[in-house]
């Protein structure tokens, strides 16, 4: 419970002060947490979070070094099983919040 409290306290802090902060420095970890098709928590009612789930996402996977190769690794697995268990309607729709280079890198990982 602490754990998550943490990344979601990190989560604000670089969504509410990102001008303030170095993000490349706040986002080194060694890992992120899973989020599981069953917990309807952390994507929120009728998959309502997911779009800035996959926007912080985006972000890393297309920014410089924010993340160890581990990290994105793990991050992109979890995208691809979310592109494959969601409808394709709800993907699409998710995608679409994205600036269109992080659309076209997204896309380019999740198809390799």
Known sequence: MAYDNAVS??????????????????LRMNSLPY????????????????????SVFAEVLC???LATDKTLGRMANLL?????????ATWASTLSVLHPQ????LQSILSS
Do not use: W
Request: hydrophobic content about 30%; proline content about 7%.
């Open 9 to 26: 306290a990190l989560g604000k802090i670089c969504q509410f002060h990102r001008d303030s902060i170095d993000s490349a420095q706040v």
């Open 35 to 54: 989020i599981y098709r069953s917990d309807r928590e952390i994507l929120g009612p009728n998959n309502q979070f997911l779009p800035k789930i996959v």
């Open 63 to 65: 920014g410089k070094d």
């Open 80 to 88: 691809r099983h979310l592109q494959q268990t969601l409808p394709p």
């Open 102 to 105: 992080q659309q076209m890198t």
